[in-house]
């Protein structure tokens, strides 16, 4: 299970909250009013995904918050792909022809 780099506790979710706008539709009924509820629509200008044990905002990114819940580590993340692309670069240099 991931760890929280803030309260170091073992969490298997995180809250997300994202803004947008709320529609509704405003329509009569004989005298009165009354709101009908339509659909929300995100804007994701704010899009916090927090840990529920300390509250603490750790990522505003979905992919990052995936990755951290998966167990991704961040650093063995860089470490494969650094390595990935190291050998990549060894292969086309074997691959070029001799000047
Ligand atoms: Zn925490």
Avoid: H
């Avoid at 509820?37 to 704010?46: G, H, N, P, R």
């Avoid at 995936?66 to 792909?81: A, C």
């Amino acid at each position: 299970m991931p760890k929280c780099p803030n309260c170091k506790e073992e969490i298997e979710e995180l809250r997300n909250i994202v803004s947008g706008s709320n529609e509704y539709t405003l329509f009569s009924i004989g005298n009165d009013t009354e709101y009908e509820e339509k659909d929300f629509a995100e804007d994701y200008v704010v899009n916090e995904y927090w840990c529920p044990e300390c509250q603490e905002v750790l990522f505003t990114d979905e992919e990052k918050a995936i990755d951290f819940l998966k167990g991704i580590n961040q650093d063995e993340l860089t470490k494969t792909m650094e390595e990935k692309l190291k050998q990549i670069k060894e292969k086309k240099n074997v691959n070029l022809p001799e000047m």
